[in-house]
């Protein structure tokens, strides 16, 4: 089952079992990252410096990426250029929740609601069908672990991974320092073609200005 990246990294954050969020804030900037990817990657928006663009409107094939991309387009409108990260940061909350919505249809996970203390009610997304994962977890392994080379979205998601520092999500048995700095130099991504490269960079950037800015916040 082909699924985009966004929901590739939801999947890692989830706990298999009980379904529920790990790494909330980090994992949530990984997947508005995600959707920003693959829609340059598929030239439908592009990242000048700083500044977003819708570049091509005519839909993807997949309504997860085109309901992103209307949405953007959306906020574009009579604002002039804006910033990737004012995007990341907009998106962020509404972007999980996509995704989430997105792997039920598929029958991936299933929706659970309960109350905690018979009161507050939560949601967990436990997996009803866990190849996709495991198919997913045996190809990051391949490349990070096996130094298998990867194709363009494996190390389009294994760049967002490390940007987000999300490596024990993805290998919590893997000795942490191995894996960061193998993830690194997937991300630098000198094998893959300069479009490409420009792309990870420019949405990786994003990304490091959005944590910095929420970082510093929550310092102060």
Known sequence: ???TLAEEIVL?????ESGSAQQRQAAGWA????FLLELVLAERVSISGKALTVTDPTSTGEPLLDG???LIGTWLRGRGRHRASDWLMKDQA???SAAVE????????VEEKRKVLGMFPV???PESDGAVERELRARLAAVVLDGEEPDIRTTGLIALIHSAKLHGLAFPDAPREQVAARMAEIADGQWAAESVRTAIRDTQAAMIAITVVTTTTILI
Not at 12 to 16: N, T
């Open 1 to 3: 089952m082909a699924i």
């Open 12 to 16: 890692l954050s989830l706990d298999d």
């Open 31 to 34: 997947v508005a990252g995600a």
């Open 68 to 70: 992103r991309a209307e």
């Open 94 to 96: 509404k972007a999980v």
């Open 102 to 109: 997105r792997l039920c249809e598929r029958g991936v996970i």
């Open 123 to 125: 949601r967990r997304y």
